[in-house]
């Protein structure tokens, strides 16, 4: 059995990133041969032990996870890491509050761009989104590709939001009006399109940019 069987099975329960996901995501790395991964947003880490599985698969490679400070959640990305002894392909970035911050230092330490894929799966809401897609955009690599998750998901329609009786709660930033739309879609709509990126067909909830050169 593959690892991303294996991975699937193990993680059946966790409503994150699906075994179609991870075989959309497996044949463009290895046919791209992308080697130096980004993934904003892990939380379990289910995403992460595919992306790592991936790279096992291809031979070499890094995914460089962000999120911030972990909850007490089980399972962790470290249990997930270990039980599939994949943690020599992961380099695991805990924010103290902004992953935004991160990128940032990163851009200060590097004069050129290090990533050539990014996923992103965090924040969701155009505050964050905004900023993470400009400091990734610094950091992507010509023939680079970005992967922005969630793309028409709303705050309105949000269970966690619905469950927190209150959207900004969770979106201190994020006013009425935004609630209604889907951030993410308007990042992609109306700030990447100004950037120098193709968008591929559209799968999943997900929407999908190239880099050109």
């Known amino acids: 059995m593959s690892l991303i069987n ?3 099975r193990k993680c059946k329960n966790l409503n994150f990133m699906t075994h179609d996901h991870a075989m959309y995501l497996r044949d463009v ?3 791209n041969g992308f080697s130096s991964l980004c993934e904003l947003g ?9 992306f790592a599985a991936i790279l096992k698969e291809q031979g070499f490679g890094k995914i460089h996870a962000f999120d911030r400070a972990e909850m007490q959640i089980t399972p962790n990305i470290d249990e997930l890491l270990s039980f599939f002894n994949l943690e020599d392909f992961v380099v695991k970035n805990v924010a103290e509050k902004s992953l935004n911050w991160e990128l940032g230092k990163l851009i200060k330490e590097h004069s050129e761009p290090i990533f050539d894929f990014c996923y992103i799966d965090c924040g969701h809401d155009f505050h ?4 993470a897609f400009t400091l990734i955009d610094l950091l992507l690599k010509p023939k680079g590709m970005i992967v922005f998750d969630d793309a028409t998901w709303t705050a309105e329609k ?36 100004k950037y120098n990126y ?3 067909p559209k799968v999943f909830d997900w929407r999908i940019f190239v880099k050109r050169i």
């Open 128 to 131: 964050n989104t905004a900023l």
């Open 42 to 50: 892990y939380y379990h880490g289910k995403s992460t032990t595919y």
């Open 158 to 193: 949000s269970p966690t939001c619905q469950d927190a009786g209150d959207y900004n709660l969770i979106y201190p930033y994020m006013c009425n009006e935004e609630s209604k739309l889907a951030p993410v879609g308007f990042v992609c709509n109306h700030i990447v399109s």
């Open 29 to 31: 790395i290895l046919k």
């Open 198 to 200: 193709e968008e591929l």
């Open 6 to 8: 294996q991975i699937t």
